[in-house]
């Protein structure tokens, strides 16, 4: 059971994800600075396409979305339908990193490079 306090619902937005049939799901994968952005939205696609409960209608979204301090930052948008959100977000995490792993694509991690001044 869950309480609500009135404020709450009278003072903000409610938003029913249930009542939707269908919704986004999104990630944002580092890659390292350096990979074939293009190889990597490929592998991104196949990965993509071999899901069947990703939806061809809205078509899927994949973009160089950032250039972070230290990652190259690719945006994946699909779409889902409602009851399937949850496990398509987890299952695709856990193949794109597999995936990147055997195919040699690195994830970047936060590097400092320190220049040591002479006397």
Do not use: C
């Not at 991104?44 to 972070?68: E, K």
């Not at 695709?92 to 320190?114: A, D, K, R, S, W």
Request: glycine letters at 6%.
């Amino acid at each position: 059971m869950i309480y609500v306090p009135n404020g709450s619902l009278s003072g903000n937005a409610v938003t029913n994800y249930s009542k939707q049939d269908k919704r986004r799901v999104e990630w944002v994968f580092g890659v390292e600075y350096g990979e074939d952005v293009k190889r990597v939205r490929a592998v991104l696609q196949r990965i993509i396409n071999a899901d069947s409960r990703i939806l061809d209608t809205p078509a899927s979204l994949i973009v160089l979305g950032s250039l972070s301090a230290s990652s190259v930052d690719i945006m994946v948008r699909v779409w889902v339908k409602s009851a399937d959100y949850w496990s398509v977000l987890y299952d695709i995490n856990e193949i794109v990193y597999t995936t990147f792993n055997e195919e040699g694509i690195g994830f970047p991690f936060p590097q400092l490079t320190l220049h040591q001044a002479k006397d």
